[in-house]
């Protein structure tokens, strides 16, 4: 007689995280699929980048492949994502029974930095790289920038941690004085 082979379930993570796939793998689906397989409830098995019309990202998502549809596993797999600081207004989908379950801890704040309309000498002399430098250094433990997106007319640092109100009283004095930053916009996404 032969074993049969207990049916797999599927249930995807929606993050509400603007990050690029690259970036999606760095800090969502290798962490998860490490403590996954360590805990033997699943594996990561794919994931996706949902985008706008104009391409920024929108969302991501990441598929996980369980042995069995089980709430303790959904539990654990969103008790996973939250340690890991996925945004608020994520949810888990549950396939088998298409529940949703929300989750997410960490806050989102976009700075867009205009991309055309400041004098030709900002563009030459001020990098976007010193940025992103800058942004990470000034959240410190508060936050990070998770990714970015380059846009045809503004580019994007998508920044998440624990308050969007405390990431941007770090980064407005340098928003106010550097020159790439003249013009920007931020906006909270989660």
């Given at each position: 007689?032969q074993?049969?082979?207990?049916?797999?379930?599927?249930?995807?993570?929606?993050?509400n995280a603007r990050v690029?796939?690259?970036h999606r793998?760095e800090?969502?689906e290798?962490?998860?699929?490490?403590e996954?397989?360590?805990?033997?409830?699943g594996e990561?098995?794919?994931?996706?980048?949902?985008?706008?019309?104009?391409?920024?990202i929108d969302?991501?998502?990441?598929?996980?492949?369980v042995?069995?549809?089980?709430?303790e596993?959904a539990?654990?797999i969103i008790?996973?994502?939250?340690?890991?600081?996925a945004?608020?207004?994520?949810k888990?989908i549950?396939e088998a029974?298409?529940s949703?379950l929300p989750?997410?801890v960490?806050?989102?704040m976009?700075v867009?930095?205009?991309?055309?309309?400041?004098?030709?000498?900002v563009?030459?002399?001020c990098d976007?790289n010193?940025?992103l430098?800058e942004f990470n250094r000034?959240l410190g433990?508060?936050?990070?920038v998770?990714s970015?997106?380059?846009?045809?007319?503004?580019t994007?640092f998508?920044?998440?941690g624990?308050?969007?109100?405390?990431m941007?009283?770090?980064v407005?004095a340098?928003?106010?004085?550097?020159?790439?930053?003249?013009r920007?916009r931020?906006?909270?996404v989660?």
């Amino acid at each position: 007689m032969q074993n049969e082979a207990v049916p797999s379930n599927f249930m995807i993570a929606h993050l509400n995280a603007r990050v690029q796939p690259l970036h999606r793998g760095e800090f969502f689906e290798d962490p998860l699929h490490e403590e996954l397989q360590r805990a033997s409830l699943g594996e990561v098995t794919g994931g996706g980048t949902l985008q706008r019309e104009n391409g920024e990202i929108d969302s991501c998502d990441i598929e996980i492949e369980v042995p069995q549809s089980a709430r303790e596993t959904a539990t654990r797999i969103i008790e996973i994502l939250e340690r890991l600081r996925a945004p608020k207004g994520s949810k888990l989908i549950i396939e088998a029974d298409g529940s949703e379950l929300p989750f997410g801890v960490a806050e989102g704040m976009a700075v867009y930095l205009n991309g055309t309309d400041l004098p030709d000498n900002v563009y030459k002399e001020c990098d976007s790289n010193f940025v992103l430098d800058e942004f990470n250094r000034l959240l410190g433990e508060v936050g990070q920038v998770l990714s970015w997106w380059q846009g045809p007319t503004e580019t994007a640092f998508y920044l998440y941690g624990s308050s969007f109100a405390e990431m941007k009283a770090r980064v407005t004095a340098f928003i106010d004085s550097y020159p790439l930053c003249q013009r920007c916009r931020i906006e909270q996404v989660a």
